[in-house]
């Protein structure tokens, strides 16, 4: 199939679909500068997100669409997105083909895209490794090396919101995942603890004596709390790791995941280079 367009106003879609709020842009397909932008709240069977995107494009199809989503996008559905009902079932790259059947579709799991964007032109550009942690309404990292995001073998690589709390956790199927304890959605009113940052601090020292990054870069919402989350993890990381990393917040903290999805738009709506 091919996707180029004739016209001069040739644009691109992303949308980063959150567990309760959806981001929409459409942007120019050859620069990627941003033209409308919108948000919407999450529904389960894509129809808010179309109705936006229809009304954003005005008329226009897109050379491409990008996607970031939460959990893990499959043929089949997107798994490990609890917060979104259904969606374990909704194959999404396909639904959003019907939707848009003259667009090239690429999806990306959210904090992935986000950690890419970042390593491209953000907190992590030029760092090898470099590991970008989400702290939003859920929990989750991604580490970049060599230019690539490690997906896992199952696209799952970085999902620590399921890590184990205690010891008394292991061999258990009814624990509590440090998600529930740890995140945006855990906080009370709002409000950091204590308790909230140093078990935050465990986890986070383990994974970057596991993985050893010349950075880390933090997004999500709760960098709003920056100057309350810094000290605590960086006196954490600093009595602990062998070679304490670099501690910053995300060049983009709010929207790198939309930006992650918009960058896969760009590069989709890309003619292919000749044939050698």
Not at 1 to 27: C, E, I, N, P, R
Request: glycine share 10%.
């Amino acid at each position: 199939m091919s996707f180029a367009h004739s016209g001069t106003d040739q644009v691109v879609l992303a949308l980063d679909f959150g567990g309760t709020k959806t981001a929409l842009t459409v942007a120019d397909a050859r620069l990627g500068t941003r033209l409308h932008d919108l948000t919407v709240d999450t529904d389960p069977d894509l129809k808010r997100a179309v109705g936006a995107a229809r009304a954003l494009l005005a008329g226009r199809e897109p050379l491409a669409v990008g996607v970031s989503t939460i959990g893990i996008p499959g043929p089949a559905g997107v798994a490990l997105a609890e917060n979104i009902p259904g969606w374990d079932r909704l194959p999404l790259a396909h639904e959003l083909a019907l939707e848009f059947p003259e667009s090239a579709i690429r999806v990306a799991t959210d904090v992935k895209a986000a950690a890419a964007h970042e390593y491209r032109s953000g907190a992590l550009a030029g760092c090898e490794p470099g590991l970008y942690v989400n702290l939003g309404t859920g929990l989750a990292v991604a580490l970049v090396t060599q230019g690539a995001v490690l997906a896992g073998r199952h696209g799952a690589s970085g999902e620590i919101g399921y890590n184990l709390r205690r010891l008394a956790d292991v061999g258990r199927t009814d624990r509590v995942p440090l998600e529930d304890a740890v995140s945006g959605r855990a906080l009370q009113q709002g409000v950091l603890t204590d308790e909230f940052t140093r078990e935050l601090a465990f986890h986070l020292v383990n994974l970057t004596i596991a993985v050893d990054p010349q950075r880390i870069a933090v997004g999500g919402g709760m960098v709003r709390s920056w100057d309350a989350l810094h000290d605590p993890l960086r006196t954490a990381l600093d009595a602990a790791v062998p070679y304490p990393p670099q501690l910053v917040p995300a060049a983009h903290p709010y929207d790198a995941p939309l930006l992650g999805a918009l960058a896969l738009a760009v590069a989709a709506a890309r003619p292919a280079p000749p044939a050698p």
